[in-house]
């Protein structure tokens, strides 16, 4: 076999069940090959689709994610989902052909270009070593959680590769230790040392402790909850980890821009404020305006580098969150109280959602207000989803509104504040949890942008709910910019229902509640096709954590 070929093999041979892609002739044979081993290949209509796709997959997988392309073109297209995982840390394995000749039509940089993005880059060196190289790929990709960028030099592939009983060896060895991209990474024994103990005493004084988890810890809900209730510690987290206490009667759900009024006033009265695998950005605290200026807070993350660089913090644990959480609960020495009580228990489960808060209904004149809408599917779509969300004015409607069962419910991503994203996103999360309902929400610009895997969902024969919050324009800066001209960030009426059948799905049209039964009637049927809900949703207001995001531009 070529080199192209048996890298192929090597990545099925080290677990790789699903990889996303475009197939030009760069990446022809060794996306052959993955499939000849066994692999799911999913073809992607663009390549920012594929990896977007691959990204989400392994988010809720726990696993590598794998995005095969061509070389040149077939790369560039991919550098904005690139990007967006090198800000989310996901790992991901981007594997590219690569034409070297400065001649050819194709040739970039390719390394130069990913790295400028945050990513890293590899380059198969000779179908002599390309074992030994793809199972180092694999192993740097799990370690740095971020993209790899593996080039495929045109020349390169066409090498014989030495496959034989070394390399064979070579791959048993590297699965004996572990070493796959399928499955959950495992978990670092590192449990903090010294600074988990000084956490144990901080949090034994606290009066008022306030837990705050982010995608590090989505592995370690129990050993949290268990810490949590010696201590007397409300729970939240950040965006991306939405869902990870959900049944808990002391979750306050997102922290940051999203929260509710009462988790702002819980966590803004905190005393001791800790942050367990979450990079504190400014979206989680809501521009460091949610903590409050006396409560101390402390950084747990696996990531040294990570720990204050976003916010100065009192003091910094490196370790695995579940491994810190155990350590500090053995340490402690006090009974569960802290800030819960059964009054404040009462006030959460009173308080604690979004769909609680009381607000005017505008719906009217033919347009629904897109709270309304998304308390009326979170009402009408069955409890077990997955919902992705892509960027834009509406996109807290849909994260704040409707309901997730878990951790494993939410995907959003939005580490590069990307429109257009979000379709690919729902699928990726669609593949990896076949048992649940996908839910993409999507504005009117974000879907237009991502349309062409309208065809991918049909053709995978995904049950998806594709609801599009149309308001005509960009909202974003129709509302951040209100008295400027707006003919540049406005459009015309969208028939969503009519493309969408085009492609081949259901739809329906909302305007106002009563259209909601369109989506209820789809959910009992036998959900053959997708069903796109084209919502016209009122616009006359911003929405109100607009602002607040325009703070980080």
């Known amino acids: 076999m070529n080199a192209a070929e048996a890298a192929g093999r090597v990545l099925a041979a080290l677990g790789c069940r699903t990889a996303f892609g475009v197939v030009g002739s760069g990446n022809?044979?060794?996306?052959?090959?993955?499939?000849?081993?066994?692999?799911?290949?999913?073809?992607?209509?663009?390549?920012?689709?594929?990896?977007?796709?691959?990204?989400?997959?392994?988010?809720?997988?726990?696993?590598?994610?794998?995005?095969?392309?061509?070389?040149?073109?077939?790369?560039?297209?991919?550098?904005?989902?690139?990007?967006?995982?090198?800000?989310?840390?996901?790992?991901?394995?981007?594997?590219?052909?690569?034409?070297?000749?400065?001649?050819?039509?194709?040739?970039?940089?390719?390394?130069?270009?990913?790295?400028?993005?945050?990513?890293?880059?590899?380059?198969?060196?000779?179908g002599a070593s390309v074992v030994a190289e793809v199972v180092d790929l694999v192993r740097t990709a799990r370690t740095a959680r971020l993209p790899v960028l593996f080039n495929l030099p045109l020349d390169v592939q066409r090498e014989e590769a030495a496959f034989g009983p070394e390399q064979e060896a070579r791959i048993a060895q590297a699965l004996a230790d572990g070493l796959t991209l399928t499955g959950p990474q495992a978990a670092s024994a590192l449990d903090g040392g010294a600074g988990a103990d000084e956490l144990a005493r901080k949090l034994g004084a606290a009066e008022r402790p306030v837990f705050i988890a982010g995608r590090g810890a989505r592995h370690a809900r129990r050993p949290l909850e268990e810490l949590a209730d010696r201590t007397g510690?409300?729970?939240?987290?950040?965006?991306?980890?939405?869902?990870?206490?959900?049944?808990?009667?002391?979750?306050?759900?997102?922290?940051?821009?999203?929260?509710?009024?009462?988790?702002?006033?819980?966590?803004g009265g905190a005393d001791l404020v800790v942050a367990w695998g979450c990079a504190l950005t400014m979206w989680t605290t809501a521009h460091g305006k949610l903590l409050p200026p006396g409560a101390e807070?402390?950084?747990?993350?696996?990531?040294?580098?990570?720990?204050?660089?976003?916010?100065?913090?009192?003091?910094?644990?490196?370790g695995d969150v579940a491994a810190v959480a155990a350590r500090v609960a053995a340490a402690l020495d006090r009974p569960a109280g802290g800030y819960r009580s059964p009054e404040l228990a009462e006030r959460i489960a009173r308080e604690g959602r979004w769909r609680c808060v009381p607000y005017e209904d505008e719906s009217g004149a033919g347009r629904i207000d897109p709270r309304t809408l998304s308390i009326g599917l979170d009402d009408v779509l069955p409890a077990e989803r997955v919902l992705a969300t892509d960027s834009?004015?509406?996109?807290?409607?849909?994260?704040?509104?409707?309901?997730?069962?878990?951790?494993?419910?939410?995907?959003?991503?939005?580490?590069?504040?990307?429109?257009g994203l979000g379709l690919a996103t729902a699928i990726g999360a669609a593949l990896a949890q076949p048992d649940r309902l996908p839910v993409a929400a999507l504005g009117d610009g974000g879907a237009?942008?991502?349309?062409?895997?309208?065809?991918?969902?049909?053709?995978?024969?995904?049950?998806?709910?594709?609801?599009?919050?149309?308001?005509?324009?960009?909202?974003?800066?129709?509302?951040?910019?209100?008295?400027?001209?707006?003919?540049?960030?406005?459009?015309?009426?969208?028939?969503?229902?009519?493309?969408?059948?085009?492609?081949?799905?259901?739809?329906?049209?909302?305007?106002?509640?009563?259209?909601?039964?369109?989506v209820a009637e789809w959910v009992k049927g036998a959900r053959e096709r997708p069903l796109l809900v084209h919502a016209k949703v009122t616009r006359e207001h911003g929405s109100w954590w607009l602002e607040e995001a325009f703070k980080g531009h």
């Open 297 to 318: 807070v402390i950084q747990v993350d696996a990531d040294e580098a990570a720990l204050g660089r976003n916010r100065p913090v009192s003091a910094g644990v490196v």
């Open 392 to 419: 834009g004015n509406f996109m807290g409607y849909p994260a704040m509104f409707i309901d997730v069962p878990d951790e494993r419910g939410f995907c959003c991503t939005q580490g590069f504040q990307s429109i």
């Open 448 to 518: 237009l942008m991502g349309i062409a895997e309208l065809e991918t969902v049909v053709r995978l024969g995904l049950p998806m709910v594709i609801v599009v919050y149309d308001d005509e324009g960009y909202g974003a800066e129709v509302h951040h910019f209100r008295g400027e001209p707006m003919q540049t960030v406005t459009f015309p009426p969208t028939d969503f229902a009519a493309l969408a059948a085009g492609y081949g799905c259901a739809a329906v049209t909302v305007t106002g509640p009563d259209d909601l039964a369109g």
């Open 28 to 126: 022809f044979h060794l996306t052959n090959a993955l499939v000849a081993a066994g692999t799911r290949f999913v073809a992607a209509r663009h390549e920012a689709g594929a990896v977007t796709m691959a990204d989400a997959h392994a988010r809720l997988t726990g696993s590598v994610g794998l995005v095969t392309v061509h070389q040149g073109p077939g790369l560039t297209n991919t550098v904005t989902g690139v990007a967006e995982a090198a800000k989310s840390r996901t790992p991901l394995i981007v594997v590219a052909g690569e034409a070297t000749d400065e001649r050819s039509n194709f040739h970039i940089d390719q390394a130069g270009l990913v790295e400028s993005v945050g990513g890293l880059s590899v380059r198969l060196g000779s």
């Open 233 to 267: 510690a409300l729970l939240a987290t950040s965006a991306v980890a939405k869902g990870l206490f959900r049944g808990s009667p002391w979750d306050l759900d997102v922290s940051g821009g999203f929260a509710t009024p009462l988790a702002a006033e819980l966590i």
